[in-house]
């Protein structure tokens, strides 16, 4: 196959699908291993970047997406209803963080970590698309196991969980010591 048809048969498969599509299955649409697809969406990455096109393809982990520039939001929404936002409260952030650091996780252990019931910050973040079940532990009572989503990834803006911001070790332990005053405070109280 050509390489011009390939990238045509690759632009078409990532426009149509609308969401995200495993490198996997895109080698399959156009008969070739993995290596040679992934090489061949970054050529037509590329070619979006430099002719400036307002769609450009982002790779988030082990898949691809054509997506808007952001740049172009304003315009878009002006002929599109205005997608609801959601609003991220310090607890749906602080429940959210412990996700994505320590995934997979069972709501028990973030409540350990958070220290009070998280029902519903984690229920809020499963309606938002950001952390989805990602199976079960294999103790009694197999609880849920929670993880981040390919949407969390891309509301973040990075491609893969290895990208997310290392904790400097003097913020451990400013943490570590606001959470020992706090549990001070509550047992003086």
């Given amino acids: 196959m050509e390489i011009k048809e390939a990238k045509r048969i690759l632009e078409a498969v990532l426009f149509a699908m609308g969401g995200s599509v495993e490198l996997k299955s ?3 649409a156009i008969g070739q291993d993995e290596e040679t697809t992934r090489k061949l969406v970054q050529s037509l990455a590329d070619d979006y970047e430099a002719e400036e ?3 450009k393809i982002i790779e988030l982990e082990s898949a691809f997406q054509m997506c808007t520039r952001p740049e172009y939001y304003e315009n878009l929404i002006r002929v599109a209803a205005q ?3 959601y609003v991220l409260t310090e607890v749906l952030l602080e429940t959210l ?3 994505a650091y320590k995934q997979p996780v069972t709501r028990l252990e973030i409540e350990k970590i958070r220290g009070v019931k998280s029902d519903h ?3 809020k973040l499963i309606e938002y698309g950001l952390v989805e079940e990602v199976g079960r532990l294999n103790v009694p009572g197999r609880p849920i196991l929670f993880g981040t989503t ?3 990834l891309r509301s973040f803006g990075v491609s893969t969980l290895e990208e997310l911001p290392a904790m400097k070790p003097e913020q451990m332990e400013e943490f570590k010591a606001e959470a020992e005053e706090e549990a001070q405070l509550k047992l003086d109280l």
Avoid: Q, Y
Wanted: glycine share 6%; aromatic share 6%.
């Fill in 121 to 123: 910050a984690v229920n």
């Fill in 97 to 99: 963080s412990i996700i």
């Fill in 83 to 85: 997608p609801k936002k």
């Fill in 150 to 152: 390919e949407d969390f």
């Fill in 53 to 55: 096109r307002g769609m």
């Fill in 26 to 28: 895109l080698a399959e």
